[in-house]
């Protein structure tokens, strides 16, 4: 009954649409044991002999180590994960992000969140995350395109995007749109964890190659929202010879 609310959005309607034949409880169940399964196998997971994988297996296991509350947040996702299976088949991560939406999830998982102690704030910014990393797997989809041309796509679909500004701490200072260090490193930190479990050699170098453009970007960046995205894209040029990024950062935030 949740699903026929009285939301009329586009997003809403297409998951509505998309959900008319819902999985079974056994396709629901093996969908989220296969992604445990990989999740699990982790620490046997193929391991590729370049120096720069190695260290961004090494690095993250160390942040992880920081990190108390990150399995819960690994396994919120889990749990958020099976509505890309009920929204759509193939499964769908647009679609499921917007039913979570719709039926207020994070808001739920932040409940969940705040009951298993963790930090009223850091419980809605990373229930927001769990939900809108249903929509931004920035390794899926162009699995042969070039690692910086995904990430370009990934940046130019979201720059005003209003979860990615919130997730970012996106604030306006001085007439420049700046975004926020320890958010930028965690929502990378969990973009890569989320994407790890099952993944084969050949997607590992993908995460990897991909957290180190972000990572890099964002320290050169200074932390500046347009100029993270002058670094990973380059400028957008419209017909009247003015990038995207220097006109939408006139937005005030």
Known sequence: NAIQGDDKSTAHKNAVHKSAALPTPEAIT???????????????????????????????????QEKPEAPLVVLGYGVFRLLKLIAGNPPDGKAGAALSGHWQLDRKLAEAFGILNMDDAKARWNAGLVRAALAWDC?????????K???????????NNDDFRRLLGVNR?????WFNKECFEDALFYGCLFNL??????????VADMEKLFRKAGKSSGYKLDDL?????????????????????????
């Open 30 to 64: 093996d969908y989220f044991e296969a992604w445990l399964a990989g999740l699990l196998s982790l620490e046997t997971m193929p391991r590729d002999s370049t120096a720069s994988v190695s260290g961004f297996l090494r690095e993250l296991a160390s942040t992880l």
């Open 197 to 206: 479990p099952g993944a084969d050699d050949k997607k590992l170098r993908r």
């Open 139 to 147: 390794c899926a989809g162009q699995s042969g395109a070039p690692v």
């Open 173 to 177: 200072f001085d007439d420049i749109t």
């Open 229 to 253: 995205l002058t670094f990973i894209s380059g400028p957008v040029v419209y017909s009247t010879g003015e990038s995207r990024h220097r006109h939408t950062s006139k937005r005030n935030r």
């Open 149 to 159: 041309k995904q990430a370009a796509a990934f940046m130019l679909e979201n720059y």
